[in-house]
């Protein structure tokens, strides 16, 4: 009898940690958790070398949650340089396949346009790093484009000649690799003030922020 009631107990924890397992709402706690950004990266890695093993079937379940993922993540990662100073200037477009990287110095708003290696500004913009948006330019984008938020296009090339040198993302290393480390975003971000310094530019960066498109 003894025995009967542990194996219904134990049948009950089975079907509980079962449903359980199959709730998909997750509690904040979940999220929480700091080692499942590293368990998930594991995790999509290995998946990478086991997809071949993968049935049609399994390969489109995969591919449906990480797209949704994917889009989620990116809609979230653009929101990065939201609310800075001043709130006056509408939210700058970042250019896909390249990226963003602004900061507010002496209340203006200065972002640079940056492009992935194997891409080109469609502009020549060697001598022009930043654009700004500030009191001085009433709060609107100084762009080479005519009016709106756009700063920057790049496109593919086989070399890279529009820009200043800084304004490419090496070869090794794209927008996401930089946002992704915080020692290489943090060197990017302080390159970024050093060349605000060398064109005059002074004051106490503020809402220094990298933005990948
Ligand atoms: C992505 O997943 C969320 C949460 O499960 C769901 O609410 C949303 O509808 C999904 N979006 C798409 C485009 O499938
Ligand atoms: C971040 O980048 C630095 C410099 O390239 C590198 O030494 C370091 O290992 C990277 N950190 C991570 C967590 O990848």
Known sequence: MAFQGTLVWLYSLAVLSFSVAQ???????????TD??????????????????????QTATILQ?????????????????????PKNCIEAQVPENGGL????VDNRRLCKPMCSHGYDFN?????????????????????QYVGGNKLAECNEAKVQV???KTAYFPKDQSCLTTKSNRT???RLLEDLTTELKNLGIQGEPQNPCLVCG
Do not use: H, I, M
């Open 23 to 33: 709730d998909d709402s997750s509690s904040p706690n979940d999220c929480l958790k």
């Open 36 to 57: 499942l950004v590293e368990e998930l990266s594991a995790k999509l890695k290995l998946a990478v070398q086991c997809s071949d093993a993968w049935s049609p079937e």
């Open 65 to 85: 949650s990480l797209t949704n993922l994917t889009d989620t993540l990116q809609k979230q990662q653009l929101k990065d340089c939201q609310n800075a100073e």
């Open 101 to 104: 990287a602004c900061v507010t």
């Open 123 to 143: 502009f020549l913009r060697r001598s022009r790093l930043f654009e700004e948006c500030s009191e001085q330019t009433s709060y609107k984008w100084q762009t």
């Open 162 to 164: 529009s820009g200043a």
């Open 184 to 186: 290489l975003q943090r």
